[in-house]
C-alpha cells in the first residue's frame, strides 16, 4: 500500500469549546490513483489534506508513505519529506510576483532532486509563449496552471490540490481539472483531491465522502468520467 491513512484524528480548542474535526480516519490510497475528498464546508477534508501533507499534525493515528511513517520522522526528515514527495496545488495561486512564469515554476525545481524538465512544463500546460510575463500579466486560469507546474516540476509521488478550481469559473475550472488528469497519467503521480463539488468525484479513481469529521462512503468508479465531459 503506497498511501496508508490509518486512525486519523484532530481536534482544535480546548475544553468545553473544543471541536473533534477527524474522528478516526481510515484510507488507503494505491500508487497512481486519483482520489478525490468530497464533502461540504467543514467536514474535515482540507485538515485531513494538511495533515497528510505534513502542514499540519495529528492528535491520534499515523500517514505512512510506502510504509515510512511521518509521525517518527525528526522536524528535518518531515521538512525532506515534503520536499522530496510531495507537490500541492491550492485555491490561492500564491505565486512569487516579482518572478516571471518560468522562474515561478523553477522555484519548484530547486527543492526536487529529481525535477522534471521546465520547458516541457511549460509546453504540457500552455505556458510557454507567457514564460517571460508576470503573474500579475496573466489570468486567473494561467496563474493556477503556473501553480501547478510549479508543483509538478518537482516531480512528486503525491500532488495534493484542495479546492484547486474554487476561485475559477466553470470552463476555466475544466480546464486545470484536465491538466491534472493528463499529469496524473503522464507522470504517474498519486493525486488526492479536495472538493465540494460532487461531479468533480466522477473523474476519480476512488472517492472517499466525509461528513463530521468521519468517513461516510470509500469507492471506486468502475467508470471515470473524463474531466473534459464533466458537467455541474
Known amino acids: 500500500m503506497f498511501l496508508e491513512i490509518s486512525g486519523i484524528k484532530k481536534g482544535f480548542g480546548e475544553g468545553e469549546s473544543r471541536v473533534e474535526v477527524l474522528k478516526g480516519i481510515d484510507i488507503s490510497i494505491e500508487k497512481g490513483e486519483f482520489c478525490v475528498l468530497l464533502g461540504p464546508s467543514g467536514s474535515g477534508k482540507s485538515t485531513l489534506l494538511n495533515i497528510i501533507g505534513g502542514i499540519d499534525s495529528a492528535d491520534g493515528g499515523y500517514i505512512a ?11 528535518r526528515a518531515r521538512t525532506r519529506y515534503r520536499r522530496k514527495h510531495l507537490g500541492y496545488i491550492f485555491q490561492m495561486y500564491n505565486l512569487i510576483p516579482n518572478l516571471n512564469i518560468k522562474e515561478n515554476i523553477e522555484v519548484g525545481a530547486y527543492l526536487s532532486e529529481h525535477p522534471l524538465d521546465t520547458d516541457e512544463i511549460l509546453k504540457t500546460l500552455g505556458l510557454y509563449e507567457h514564460r517571460h510575463k508576470l503573474p500579475n ?7 493556477q496552471r503556473t501553480a ?3 508543483a509538478i516540476v518537482k516531480n512528486p509521488d503525491i500532488l495534493l490540490c484542495d479546492e484547486p478550481t474554487g476561485a475559477l469559473d466553470y470552463n476555466t475550472s ?9 499529469i496524473n497519467q503522464k507522470y504517474g503521480c498519486t493525486v488526492v483531491m479536495v472538493t465540494h463539488n460532487a461531479a468533480i468525484a466522477n473523474m476519480a479513481d476512488r472517492v472517499i465522502k466525509l461528513r ?10 468502475e467508470t471515470k468520467t473524463p474531466a473534459a465531459e464533466l458537467e455541474w
Open 65 to 75: 508513505v510506502n510504509g515510512e511513517k511521518t509521525d517518527d520522522m525528526t522536524e
Open 137 to 143: 500579466q496573466l489570468s486567473g486560469g494561467q496563474q
Open 148 to 150: 501547478i507546474g510549479r
Open 174 to 182: 475544466k480546464e486545470i481539472l484536465r491538466l491534472i488528469e493528463e
Open 212 to 221: 463530521d469529521g468521519q468517513i461516510r462512503k470509500n469507492y471506486t468508479n
